[in-house]
């Protein structure tokens, strides 16, 4: 037996969804990709993302959200069409794809989205009842259904859940979470009705076990149905833990094959939960529908971003089935290194949803799905590991990200790699990863990258790289990815020894700030110090230039959309005593001064003042290596200050090309 099987028993043991034997207990979470043509078609990008999911050993894959119908149920530009009897022919090369890889199952989730906010022709919003929302600023007005048009919704379902039968599908999945429009109904914010489809959580849920009836009905009873649930819309006022499963046991009465679960609403960031969240946090709702006599199987997704935690909530016998949504994107070879024994080849998924979701979610504009910690994501139609051309010695400078990312690829490709860091392995993830409670995930791949740099034949320098030490090593290739310095500021006191730069406060200074802290910047670092600052007790105040549009919700705009909700609500949650419109004058042993735009003074009293200025990039060696040089690339932050999945990126594509 291999060692995984002994330490993963339970991940790695089959099990069964209706009348189907899944080979393992990784289900892909649905993931729209926005990869469908225009028509809502399967394309060439839908068959290959899917393709290396199923080829990385997952046990059954739950296809993106497809709308149903042609009238409104449409949520995304690039969404799957399950709508016309002519999108079966994609559909099928796409479940026959999956099922390439002998044991692995497909479903394919079916969603009415409700909303039409993110659509480039939108067509009508519809919900349970007459309303007008706010999407983070933007006015939403929803029309309240006819039953007329509920039966027809159903009915659309029922057809397109044929659709998918018929294209080879092996099962649908109702889509009854997310904020969309089943979801709508089931929670008592947005479903105001009086009828037989409003009220009582048995008439809350009667769109949902109808849709259910009508799709058995049409496809028969042995084919089977997952449905997604939301467990816990966790909003004061919303859909409750005992609702939900009170229509869960309803859904059981009808023998549906698994609930496919996961929690929150999109007002508070848990549908898709960043690093903020603990991880697994879904899981106790899962155990509470147990509690509550749900007898189907339960599919748990959120957060659940390592195979020891996946592993453990299975063999509590919390849930069933581990959903896995982003991990799958960080790494679609998840299943297959967990079998093969190499847990720690797994690239994690560090929560921060602005390669996944960032880049999806700019309205109408959206560059596609993609992850920070994997280049391939989503490209494998144009992207692949290149055969080595010319065995080349290389030397790296900087152990970050960029750095051990090109470190990685290079040394994978066959190239004789040296590695030069100063400090630790990890760069500024070690600075990012601060704050235990926030930002725990960056840790993940702090490990994951120091495991492969362990591994891999690497020769790891430990000092610091001058310029003279890599010219006289004489390499092929350079690799300089030095990072960036925190800007600071130069106001009057910025000498003062009650002054600290983001990076000394995450790099472990944060005990000689005393109690009253001022944050100076409203970026997302700025706010995760503020909220890191007050969740340890302290009095802390935030001071941004920011805010003249739209108030506090420009704080942390760089943030995801997720990220950004639950920043916002943690500043608001630990009372950050926030100013807006104001530049920094002067540090004072008082605290500060800043002027407002028509230059009135305010001063705010603090212990010590925390800089949040940004980043400059660390160039220097770049420059004094430049001519003298074969081949010499400058990664990352060294370019410019961003993000760590600019610094990935990057260091792939370039260890890629030498
Ligand atoms: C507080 C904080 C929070 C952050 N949070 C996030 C986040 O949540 N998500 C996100 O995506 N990004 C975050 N970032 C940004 C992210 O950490 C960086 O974008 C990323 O680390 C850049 O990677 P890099 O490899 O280019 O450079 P770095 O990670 O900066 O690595 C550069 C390395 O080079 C070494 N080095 C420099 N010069 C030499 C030399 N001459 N010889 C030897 N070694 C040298 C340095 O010691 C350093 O280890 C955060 C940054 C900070 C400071
Ligand atoms: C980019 C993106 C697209 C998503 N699309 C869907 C979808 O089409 N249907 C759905 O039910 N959930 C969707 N989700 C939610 C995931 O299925 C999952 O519940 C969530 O990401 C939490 O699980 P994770 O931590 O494993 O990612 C999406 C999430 C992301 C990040
Ligand atoms: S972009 Fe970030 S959150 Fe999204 S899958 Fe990749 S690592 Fe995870």
């Known amino acids: 037996m291999k060692s995984s099987e002994t330490r993963f028993p339970h991940l790695l043991s089959p099990g069964r969804i209706g009348n189907l034997e899944i080979p393992n207990r990784i289900v892909m979470a649905p993931i729209g990709s926005a990869n469908a043509n225009a028509d809502g078609s399967v394309s060439a990008a839908n068959i290959s993302y899917y393709k290396a999911i199923a080829a990385g050993g997952t046990g059954l894959i739950v296809v993106e959200s497809t709308y149903p119908d042609n009238i409104c149920s449409k949520g995304e530009d690039g969404e799957l069409s399950a709508a016309d009897n002519e999108k079966t022919t994609g559909l099928a090369v796409l479940a026959q794809v999956i099922h390439d890889h002998f044991g692995t199952k497909c479903a394919i989730q079916l969603c009415h989205i409700g909303q039409q906010l993110s659509l480039k022709d939108r067509m009508d919003s519809w919900g349970p009842s007459d309303m007008e929302i706010n999407y983070g600023g933007v006015p939403q007005q929803f029309k309240g259904m006819s039953v007329d048009q509920i039966k027809q919704l159903e009915e659309d379902f029922a057809t397109a859940a044929w659709r998918a039968k018929i294209a080879g599908f092996d099962a649908v999945e109702v889509h009854a979470s997310g904020g969309h429009l089943h979801n709508l109904f089931l929670s008592p914010l947005f479903n105001k009705r009086t009828d037989e489809y409003g009220g009582s959580i048995e008439n809350r849920s009667r769109i949902v076990i109808e849709t259910v009836k009508a799709v058995q009905q049409r496809c028969g009873k042995n084919f089977p149905i997952l449905v997604r649930v939301c467990g816990d819309e966790f909003e004061e006022g919303g859909l409750t833990m005992e609702d939900s499963a009170a229509m869960c046991r309803m859904l059981d009465d009808l023998g549906i094959a698994a609930i496919d679960m996961n929690a929150g609403s999109s007002s ?312 807006l419109c104001l530049t920094l004058k002067e540090i004072t042993e008082k605290g500060i001064t800043a002027a407002d735009p028509d230059g009135n003074i305010t001063a705010v009293e603090a212990d010590s003042v925390v800089i949040c200025g940004g980043f400059d990039p660390n160039n220097e060696l770049y420059a004094e290596l430049k001519d003298k040089v074969g081949e010499l690339y400058l990664i990352g932050d060294a370019v410019k200050a961003r993000l760590i999945g600019d610094a990935v990126h990057e260091g792939w594509i370039v260890a890629n090309q030498l």
């Not at 960031?269 to 529908?289: D, S």
């Not at 120091?450 to 790891?460: D, G, S, V």
Request: proline share 5%; aromatic share 4%; charged share 25%.
């Open 268 to 579: 508070n960031g848990q549908l898709c939960p960043t690093m903020y969240y603990p991880r697994a946090l879904h899981v106790p709702v899962a155990e509470g529908f147990k509690k509550l006599g749900v007898r189907t199987p339960i599919i748990i997704a959120g957060s659940i971003n390592s195979p020891e935690l996946a592993e453990k909530i299975l063999a509590e016998g919390k849930a069933d089935f581990i959903g896995l949504a982003r991990p799958l994107l960080a790494d679609p070879n998840w299943v297959n290194k967990l079998k093969a024994g190499n847990p720690e080849d797994i690239v994690p998924c560090i929560r921060c949803c602005m390669g996944c979701v960032g880049t999806m979610e700019e309205f109408n504009a959206s560059r596609g799905l993609r992850c920070s910690v994997n280049p391939l994501c989503n490209l494998g139609l144009y992207r692949s590991v290149a055969p080595l051309k010319e065995k080349k010695r290389v030397g790296i400078i900087g152990g970050g990200p960029g750095g051990m990312e090109a470190a990685r690829l290079a040394a994978l490709r066959g190239h004789d790699v040296t590695l030069y860091e100063k400090r630790e392995l990890g760069g500024a993830m070690i600075e990012a990863n601060f704050d235990p409670t926030l930002k725990a995930d960056i840790g993940l791949l702090i490990d994951y990258y120091k495991a492969q740099m362990n591994k891999l034949p690497i020769n790891i320098i430990r000092e610091e790289a001058s310029a003279d030490k890599i010219l006289h090593e004489n390499f092929d290739a350079v690799i300089v990815a030095t990072g960036a310095h925190s800007r600071g500021t130069k106001v009057p006191g910025h000498d003062r020894s009650n002054v600290f730069t983001d990076i000394e406060v995450t790099g472990g200074k944060d005990a000689d700030l005393g109690q009253r802290v001022v944050v100076v910047g409203g970026g997302v670092i700025a706010a995760e110090i503020a909220v890191s600052q007050a969740m340890k007790g302290k009095q802390v105040a935030l001071t941004t230039r920011r805010g003249a549009k739209m108030g506090m919700l420009e704080i942390a705009a760089d943030d995801s959309s997720p990220g950004w909700i639950t920043i916002i609500r943690m500043l608001m949650q630990y009372k950050i005593d926030i100013h």
